[in-house]
DNA sequence: ACTTGTATCAAACAGTTGTATGAATCGTCA
DNA sequence: TGACGATTCATACAACTGTTTGATACAAGT
C-alpha cells in the first residue's frame, strides 16, 4: 500500500523512502523498521544494499545532493555574461528551488537544514559541493556590487543573503501560526515572491540600487 | 568531575545539564542515563521530579525561555521614544544575545533552533512568549520606515530581518569550514560586528538610508 | 541439470532505551 | 528520640533498536 511503485528496485525505493523519513525524525529517531515497512521490503535490505543504517543515511545525502544540483545548479543557469542583478537573481531562485523544493519531494531542503543543525560526517560534503560554490559565486557577486567594502563587510553581507535563502524552509511551521495567509499559497507562488523580495532587499541592502 | 555545582539541587543540576544534553543531540538522542551520569543525579531521579522525560525537556524549554527573556527582553531594553533605528538596532542586538549567547550558556539558542526544526509540541510555547512579540515589535519598525510598501512586502522585510539573525547561529559548524577567522573572534566581537552590520544591511534594505 | 551470484526472507541476537519498584537515606519537627 | 515526608538509590523490566544469520528463491550461464 505504501510502496511508491513497484518497477522501482528495492534499492530506490529504499532511497527514496528512507530520506523522507529521516527528513521528518531525523537520524537517530528514524527506524529501520519503519523505512523498511513503507518501502515494501525485507528488515535486513538495509544492511543487504548499504551496509548499515550509516551507510543508507550517507547514500541518501549523496544522491540528493547530486540529484539537487543537476537540477538547480548553483548560478541558477543564468550565463556569466548576464547583467550581476540578472545573476543574483539566478542564484537566489535557484537556492530557493533546491531548499524549497518545486516539484522535486519536498523533504529534500528538510534533509539539508537538518543536517546543518545536527552534523553527521557527511556536512564536509555538502560544503564542498553545495555550500561553497554558492558562497564563492555570491562573494564575487557582492565585491563587483559593493566594491568599496572591506572584505569582512562583504562577506557578512554574503550570510545575509543566504540566511535569507535558507530562513523560509527553516521556520515553515513557525510562519504558518504568523501568516496563515502565507502557507495558502502554491510553493511556486511562494518562491516567486520570494526570490523578488530577496533580490531587491539585497541589491538595496548593498546599496547599489536606491529607491 | 562533571557535577556543575554541589549547591544546586538535583532538580537544578538536571536541568541544567539535559539543556545542554538536549540541545547537542536532539531529543531523542539524548538519553536519561547521559544526563542523570553528568549531573551526578540516579538514574530514576529525572522521574522523580519531572515526571517522565517529555516532562523533563517541556520544563527545560519553558525555564529556557523565561530567562532568556527576563534577560534580553525583545526591544532590547530600549525606549519606545527612541529613533527607529536605535530601536531597531536594540531588536536585533538583543535577538543575537539570546541565540548567540553571551553569558547564558551557549547551548540555549541552540535548543530553539532545534526545536524550529522539529517541534515537539512545545512549539506553540515559543511562538507565543518569542517570536510573536518579535515580530510584531519588528513589523511596527518596518511600517514606520517604509511606509510605502504595501503589508505583505513590509512582512517579507520583517523575515528578511529575522532570517540574519537566526542565521548564524544556525549554520555555526559550515561558517567555521568557510571563514575559520571568524571562530577565532570572542563572542563579544562577533555579536557586536553582527548587529551593526544586520542593523546596516536593513536599513538599507528598507530603503530608508543611502550609501 | 548443475553451478553461481544476487537478492529476499523470517527469525533471532545483543545492546540500549525509558520507566517502575521498593528499600535506604536524609532532614525536620514534635 | 522517634516519626514522617521528601529524596535518593540500586536494581529490574519490558519494549525497541541495529545488526547478523542461515535458509530460500530466482535468474543467467555453462
Sequence with gaps: ??????????RDRLLEVAGRIFARRGFKAATIREICEQAGANLASVN??????????AEVLASTIRRALERYPAD????????????????????????LGLDE???????????LAEPS???PKIIQEVARPV?????????????ERNEE???????SIIAQCHFFRHAE????VLRPQWAELSKQDRIERLSGHITQFTLRGLGGVHG
Excluded at 540578472?86 to 533546491?98: K, T
Excluded at 519531494?105 to 543536517?115: I, V, Y
Excluded at 558562497?135 to 566594491?147: I, K, N, Q, T
Design 1 to 10: 500500500m505504501s510502496v511508491s511503485s513497484e518497477s522501482e528496485s528495492t
Design 48 to 57: 543487504y544494499h548499504f551496509r548499515d543504517k550509516d551507510g543508507l543515511y
Design 76 to 99: 541558477g543557469g543564468v550565463s556569466r555574461r548576464a547583467p550581476v542583478t540578472e545573476r543574483l537573481e539566478g542564484v537566489i531562485r535557484s537556492f530557493l528551488q533546491r531548499t
Design 105 to 115: 519531494p519536498e523533504w529534500k531542503g528538510c534533509l539539508m537544514a537538518r543536517e
Design 121 to 123: 560526517g557527511a556536512l
Design 135 to 147: 558562497h564563492d559565486l555570491l562573494l564575487e557577486m557582492v565585491a563587483e556590487l559593493a566594491p
Design 153 to 159: 563587510e562583504r562577506w557578512l553581507c554574503v550570510q
Design 173 to 176: 511551521a513557525v510562519l504558518e
